[in-house]
């Protein structure tokens, strides 16, 4: 008779041993308990997929014949052409091939897969990568498995300090740890920040990372959800500068997301940038998942063929103009429930608030402990610290609860705070 295995760790890989749970996917199971209001997650864009004249149209215009088979790596060829002509319309790119130019595009599961296969084809273990502190909790499940330096660089109300960022680089100690190759950047509405990097910013920091030959991931699933422009981005388009749009060295790669502007269930997203790096971030594509999701593109081919550039267009401006009002009024609440408890910059885009709370040294137990108990859930700052340091933020979204939602939840934020500080 064999034994039954009760101890499997000797069977678990060093790498499989430093996975852990990520604490934004633990927040879904306690969501769907009774009267929790959920301040942490992201819209669905249903009216795009429920509306009575879209579904039709994408249904018939969807080639489900060919959505049903195995396709190619880089994606289904029309939507990955629809794609890349967005990407020369919004990022200043040449026509594919050109000479000394040449770029390539892929789609896939969204943006995280391309992220991980980036990252993965990119990193050794023991090299050094430099992120923004606080950055995004699900990078961080990626990088921190692969047993890699991660440097976190201060920031402010427009991202990455370019200054400290300098700083770092030039007097990087290099007997301690490898110099970096790699920076990490979200630039519009950051998550957890907010922030959005203007052009200038974007700048400095394109030449820091130029000047120390480090390749920029540009990873920007807000850009489409600048809802406010500013004058000081000195744009010329109302989105501003990507990286990848001031790149003359072949060294931004780009990911985008379809999650935030159409439905995150669809899981596309597509990674743009030089044609030798993307060959080999196909190549880990054809090794982990072949391809995305040929059912998700075809409906999502068929949507973007019948709209054109105009009703993306238009599609944009409605979903900007949602989450500015979403930021309205949940920064209006915020002021109305919380003032001198908390401190916050009020975003540009995206869907996020990093909230500070005011004498609270640590928002882990206060939030896993007590903020559920009193049925709101936030997402605690530590999450996004790529050296786990303890943190006295709380990242807060405002998409999709409703101005009844959000009153409820900071008034349950501000009672729980008075509690904490009266103690
Ligand atoms: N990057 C950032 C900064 C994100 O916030 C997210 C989603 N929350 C992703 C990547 C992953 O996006 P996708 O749904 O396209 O995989």
Not at 179 to 206: A, E, H, L, W
Not at 373 to 378: D, G, N, S, W
């Amino acid at each position: 008779m064999s034994n039954p295995i009760t101890d499997y760790s000797s069977f678990i890989s060093k790498r499989g041993k430093l996975k852990s749970a990520s604490p934004i996917r633990s927040l879904f199971s306690i969501s769907s308990l009774p009267g929790m209001v959920w301040v942490a997650r992201i819209l669905r864009m249903k009216k795009v997929f429920k509306d009575e004249n879209t579904k039709p149209l994408v249904i018939e215009g969807a080639d489900l014949d060919e959505g049903l088979q195995y396709s190619a790596t880089p994606g289904l060829p029309k939507l990955n052409q629809w794609l890349r002509k967005l990407q020369i319309r919004n990022h200043s790119l040449p026509e594919p091939n050109t000479q000394g130019k040449e770029w390539d595009l892929i789609i896939s599961n969204g943006s995280q897969e391309s992220l991980y296969n980036t990252m993965e084809v990119l990193l050794d273990d023991g090299n050094s990568i430099i992120t923004e502190t606080p950055t995004y909790s699900g990078t961080l499940s990626i990088l921190k498995p692969l047993a890699l330096n991660i440097v976190g660089i201060e920031t402010d109300k427009y991202g990455m300090i370019p200054e400290i960022f300098e700083k770092t680089l030039s007097e990087w100690d290099h007997s301690a740890a490898k110099f970096p190759r790699v920076v990490y950047i979200i630039p519009s509405g950051q998550n957890p920040c907010g922030s959005t990097m203007n052009n200038k910013r974007k700048q400095d920091i394109y030449k820091i990372a130029s000047k120390y030959n480090l390749i920029i991931l540009e990873d920007d699933p807000y850009f489409y959800l600048q809802f406010d422009y500013e004058d000081e981005y000195g744009a010329d388009t109302k989105l501003g500068r990507s990286f990848l749009s001031m790149d003359t060295d072949g060294r931004v790669l780009r990911f985008d997301s379809l999650s935030k502007i159409l439905s995150s269930g669809l899981r596309l997203g597509f990674v743009t940038g030089n044609r030798a790096l993307l060959e080999k971030i196909n190549f880990h594509q054809q090794s982990s998942t072949l391809h995305a999701s040929g059912v998700s593109q075809m409906i999502v081919q068929a949507l973007l063929t019948q709209w054109g550039f105009e009703q993306w267009d238009k599609h944009l401006e409605m979903v900007q103009s949602f989450y500015r009002e979403k930021r309205n009024q949940f920064v209006k609440l915020l002021e109305k429930h919380l003032s001198g408890l908390v401190e916050y910059n009020i975003p540009s885009a995206g869907m996020f608030v990093w909230i500070r709370l005011l004498g609270i040294q640590d928002s882990k137990s206060l939030i896993f402990e007590k903020a559920v108990e009193k049925k709101v859930i936030l997402v605690p700052g530590v999450a996004f610290k790529p050296d786990n340091s303890i943190s006295p933020f709380v990242r807060a979204s405002f998409s999709t609860a409703n101005e009844e939602q959000m009153d409820e939840a900071l008034k349950r934020l501000s009672a729980l705070l008075n509690e904490e500080l009266n103690k």
